[in-house]
């Protein structure tokens, strides 16, 4: 699985000039690489960056200083193996990440939750 290389630039925008708040990947099966589904501005919450995650499906996302990988238990297996066999080539890509957490439920990627692993 590849990454396309406007993933990366707008990670680093993320990462260096703040430019998001957040940004929400995702892997295009046809293209075979991990492409960018939403950015979020600064000023939008935690709370604007969980509403966007789809309830269904996998997506990878990172938020402000967090990357978040996020399996909903419900979701089809073959993006669940998907998202799993994928993951530690994307995360090499994005260097700087300094926090990961796997998600199969909302309540596993609670602000609290991820302020505990961050501290």
Known sequence: MGVADHSKTTYMELQRKKVY???????????????????????????????????NDCRYAVYDFDYNNRSPSISRIRAKMLYA??????????????????????????????RERAN
């Open 21 to 55: 708040r957040y940004v929400i990947f995702k892997i295009d099966e046809k293209k075979k690489e991990v492409v960018v589904e939403k950015t979020g501005s600064p000023a939008e919450s935690y709370e604007d960056f969980t509403a966007s995650l789809p309830e």
């Open 85 to 114: 066999t994928s993951k530690e080539r994307f995360r090499r890509e994005l260097q700087g990440v300094h926090y990961e957490i796997q998600a199969t439920d909302p309540t596993e990627m609670d602000l609290d939750v991820i």
